[in-house]
Structures are given as C-alpha cells and as structure tokens.
Nanobody, 118 residues
Framework: QVQLVESGGGLVQAGGSLRLSCAAS????????MAWYRQAPGKQRDMVAR???????NYADSVKGRFTISRDNNKNTLYLQMNSLKPEDTAVYYC????????????WGQGTQVTVSS
C-alpha cells in the first residue's frame, strides 16, 4: 500500500507565497506522473499542475507564471511553489499520483487547506 501525505498549507495574505509538499511512502513502488489538484467550496476538483516522470510540466491557465511544480524522485516527493497568491487560490489542495506497484494505480492524498486573505 502506498500513502501520499501533503504538508505546507496554511493562511497567507494576498501576494504571499507557500510551498506545498507531498511525500509518498510504502514499499516496492515507482511513481509515474504526479499532479496537484484543488477544490474550493462548492466547486469541482480541478487540476492545477502536473509533472511527468521525465519532468515535463503543464499548468492550469489560472496559475501559469505564479506556481511551479517540481519533484524529487530520490525522495519520492512532489512540490508546489505558489507565489503571488490570490484570494481565488483558496482551496483544499490535493496531491495525485499514478504509481506502479504490481499494477498501475491512482492515489490521492488527504488534502491540505490553503487560505489566501485579501
């Protein structure tokens, strides 16, 4: 069994920065693609940024130029550097990963709250 655990959320003023982390733990697994999603109250869960095993990235238009996704394959950890935060970035942020472990499976973290005050 593989677990994804996010950290780094919190309360920040508009224009500020936060860095989210997502650590994968378990045994005998390999992480393929990883992504960050977010879900605001009353809204659907949307992709924020994704990164392939080779390091290719893409972003939602709303965060381009402000957010940067990265990964440390040695540490099985995903990051999201969020700069110039806006109140509309307020949401629960979820880590997502496709992991091979005797098959290909999709995993979600438990989520971390990001609140941006105006």
């Amino acid at each position: 069994q593989v677990q994804l655990v996010e950290s780094g959320g919190g309360l920040v003023q508009a224009g500020g920065s936060l860095r989210l982390s997502c650590a994968a733990s378990g045994s005998s697994f390999r992480i393929v693609n990883m992504a960050w999603y977010r879900q605001a109250p009353g809204k659907q869960r949307d992709m924020v940024a994704r990164i392939t095993a080779a390091g290719s990235t893409n972003y939602a238009d709303s965060v381009k130029g402000r957010f940067t996704i990265s990964r440390d394959n040695n540490k099985n950890t995903l990051y999201l550097q969020m700069n110039s935060l806006k109140p509309e970035d307020t949401a629960v942020y979820y880590c997502n990963a496709y992991i091979t472990n005797a098959g290909l499976y999709n995993y979600w973290g438990q989520g971390t709250q990001v609140t941006v005050s105006s």
